[in-house]
């Protein structure tokens, strides 16, 4: 569910701890941690976070989304799958789809699509439609990737999900294109 200011004041009474700060308590233990379960669930917890847009201003600044790419080329699948997840989640707004851009996240989200982890391929390919623009699509439009991309919509046997996001994706990015 989405809040706001005031629902969250309700949620946090006047002595609770702020949504920012709770973020920053995260994204330090996270950071702080080594035992890969710990990682596992701190990194599902702020991907989660990264679905409700009354947190994108706070995950901008406290450099989630950044951790979120650095969490695409470990080789544990799980911080794979919710580093894509958050990235997914978040990269709707279009100030967070900046910030994957610039900060390399493409190459690594494409690298994705041939995860062996279901989840992290649907990651993949929806963040890819909500990413690809008139700046980066020369990055992400290219035949590899296409030809990718037209495997997952024509397998709609193996996969529905995949299938539909996959076409999702054709018709916005590539409608006359073909």
Excluded at 126 to 152: H, M, Q, S, T, W
Aim: proline share 4%; with cysteine; net charge negative.
């Amino acid at each position: 569910m989405f809040t706001n200011d005031r629902r969250q004041q309700e949620r946090t009474g006047r002595y609770g701890t702020s949504r920012v700060e709770f973020l920053q308590e995260l994204v330090t233990q996270f950071q702080n941690t080594s035992t890969d379960e710990t990682r596992e669930k701190i990194l599902a917890n702020l991907a989660n976070f990264a679905y409700d847009p009354y947190n994108y201003n706070f995950l901008r600044q406290l450099n989630v989304l950044e951790l979120f790419i650095d969490c695409l080329t470990e080789p544990n699948e799980k911080l794979v799958e919710f580093g894509i997840g958050g990235i997914c989640n978040s990269c709707v707004d279009p100030a967070n789809s900046a910030i994957v851009t610039e900060f390399s996240g493409i190459p690594p989200i494409i690298q994705c699509l041939s995860s062996p982890v279901r989840n992290t391929v649907n990651y993949a390919l929806g963040a890819l439609y909500y990413i690809c623009n008139d700046f980066n699509k020369k990055e992400i439009l290219k035949p590899e990737v296409i030809d990718i991309i037209k495997r997952y919509a024509a397998a709609e046997d193996i996969s529905v999900s995949f299938s539909n996001l996959a076409k999702a994706f054709l018709n916005k990015h590539l409608s006359g294109n073909d």
